[in-house]
C-alpha cells in the first residue's frame, strides 16, 4: 500500500505564499494521478488541482492563476505553489494519488490564512 506524506502547511498572512510537498512511498508510473483536495471546515472536501503527467494539470476554478502544481517523477513528489492566498483558503489539504487499483490520501496538513 503506498503511502503519501505531506509538508509545507502552517500559518499565513492573506497575500502571503506556502509551498506544499507531498513524498510517495514508492514508485509512480505514469497514468497515476496526483494532486491535493482541502477541506473547510463545515464543508466538503474539493479539488484544487491535480497532475495527471509531468505536463498536463487541473485547476479547482478558486485556485486557478493564484495555485501551480508540479511533479518530479524521479522523486515520486508533487508540489503545491500557493500565492495571493486568502482567508477562504484555510482548511486541511489531502495529497491524493489515484489511477488503476489505487485511490490512497495522505494524512493532510493544516493550512491557515489569517492576519
Known amino acids: 500500500q503506498v503511502q503519501l506524506v505531506e509538508s509545507g502547511g502552517g500559518l499565513v498572512q492573506p497575500g502571503g505564499s506556502l509551498r506544499l510537498s507531498c513524498s510517495a512511498s514508492q514508485n509512480i508510473s505514469s497514468g497515476y494521478d496526483m494532486g491535493w483536495y482541502r477541506q473547510a471546515p463545515g464543508k466538503e472536501r474539493e479539488l484544487v488541482a491535480i497532475s495527471r503527467t509531468v505536463f498536463t494539470a487541473f485547476y479547482g476554478d478558486s485556485v486557478r492563476g493564484r495555485f501551480t502544481i508540479s511533479r518530479d517523477s524521479d522523486s515520486n513528489t508533487v508540489f503545491l505553489q500557493m500565492n495571493s492566498l486568502k482567508s477562504d483558503d484555510t482548511g486541511v489539504y489531502y495529497c491524493?494519488?489515484?489511477?488503476?487499483?489505487?485511490?490512497?490520501w495522505g494524512q493532510g496538513t493544516q493550512v491557515t490564512v489569517s492576519s
Open positions: 491524493h494519488l489515484g489511477g488503476p487499483g489505487v485511490n490512497a
